[in-house]
């Protein structure tokens, strides 16, 4: 089997169920991964995306990863089966590449990534959950269904706290039991009032609040005293991904678990936070986006790495609120998966009729990550001709 063509295309997304709102000025990359095997009279597709937040990665992607992956040798992708190997795949789009200067390199290489375990797992004709826990060896450590929640809950430019609260009865109506809103303003009164209006209906232990790295030391060490009092589920991207010294201040003076990882896109930056980031692996999460981490075959580099210094998988969390990071929570046991219902549309959310029982949503068993059964999502992969 051969790559024979990879389209990609850049869309908006929006942080917003109305994406109106907020300006929408945040992009993303689709990408179609081709090959000259056939399913259903149709050449076996994979797709991906470039996750959230981080914005499209077209440059790279037609410029770099996807000619090495189309000029590739037949032999040079091929695991044992003849068929695509995604882990082969990506050493073939690392050709070249010098280690370090991560940039945002990794995150078009886990956009491709993520197209080429769709590939494979449709070739195998198994759901990414299932094929990814026979690559990585991770079949005891499998989850038929995933511990998730709601990921949302950004400032609305007017009328913020009812339209906020309005929000978290829209996850309740969906089952979502888990919360997390953003916070990350400097007006600490802000924060304490959604949080505050939010604890109106969600206990303090199911919500997180996320803080986008948003606060410089002084902010966050007053953030940290300030909602030490409520106890809540997680404090997330407290300051600067590199500040490690205000990360571990705030840890110590915070007390409750911190959420942290979201902005490091490599083994190596991982280590740096295990190393400097003061946290505690029996109470802290560990947000690494799999797709922002240069894709599969780097964060299952990273979780080995830091299972063996301590962190047990129930803590790490992956970022992301799409189809793709339910398929990684489930076949690597992780300890569960965001979920944006709202944002981020149409590639947020899970598959059309995803269903939440006590907490947790098991993954589509249709072959591949199952975009095809989430409509919002299909009809943009569609547009990639
Ligand atoms: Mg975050």
Redesign the pocket.
């Known amino acids: 089997m051969r790559i024979v063509d990879v389209r990609e295309r850049t869309i908006s997304i929006s942080r917003y169920r109305d994406p109106a709102l907020g300006g929408g000025a945040l992009t993303t990359s689709l990408v179609a991964v081709v090959t000259d095997a056939r399913r259903d009279g149709a050449p076996l597709t994979g797709f991906g995306f470039a996750s959230f937040g981080r914005f499209a990665q077209g440059g790279l992607i037609r410029e770099r990863f996807a000619p090495r992956l189309i000029a590739a040798a037949e032999r040079d992708l091929a695991g044992a089966d003849g068929a695509i190997d995604p882990l082969r795949a990506w050493s073939v789009m690392m050709r070249g590449e010098k280690p370090g200067g991560h940039g945002e390199r990794c995150v078009a290489v886990g956009a491709l990534d993520m197209a080429l375990w769709d590939l494979a797992a449709k070739a195998a004709e198994m759901p990414v959950y299932r094929f990814l826990s026979h690559a990585a060896g991770t079949q005891s450590l499998r989850n038929e269904a995933v511990e998730v929640y709601a990921g949302g809950g950004y400032v609305y430019p007017e009328r913020d706290v009812q339209r906020l609260v309005e929000e978290i009865q829209m996850f309740s109506d969906l089952g979502y039991a888990r919360v997390k809103i953003k916070i990350g303003d400097s007006d600490l009164a802000r924060a304490r009032a959604r949080i505050e209006a939010v604890l109106e209906g969600v206990p303090a232990s199911s919500l997180a609040v996320?803080a986008?790295n948003a606060y410089d030391a002084s902010h966050a060490l007053a953030a940290a005293s300030a909602l030490r009092p409520y106890g809540l589920w997680w404090f997330?991207?407290v300051c600067d991904p590199l500040d490690f010294d205000t990360l571990r201040a705030v840890k110590a003076a915070y007390g409750g678990a911190i959420a942290a990882g979201?902005a490091l896109f490599s083994l190596a930056e991982a280590r740096l936070v295990h190393r400097y980031g003061g946290l505690d692996p029996h109470c802290d999460i560990l947000?690494f986006d799999p797709v922002h981490c240069y894709g599969i075959p780097e964060y299952l580099r990273i979780v080995a790495e830091l299972e063996r210094a301590g962190w047990p998988r129930r803590a790490f969390w992956p970022?992301g609120g799409h189809l793709f990071g339910l398929h990684v929570a489930a076949g690597l046991g992780l300890g569960g998966a965001e979920v944006n219902p709202f944002a981020f549309a149409p590639l947020g959310g899970l598959h059309d009729g995803a269903r939440i029982v006590d907490g947790r949503v098991a993954p589509p068993d249709a072959p591949g990550i199952g975009f095809e059964l989430q409509a919002a999502a299909r009809a943009a992969f569609a547009t990639l001709r």
Request: aromatic residues 0%; glycine residues 0%; without cysteine.
């Open positions: 996320d986008m997330e991207d979201e947000l970022h």
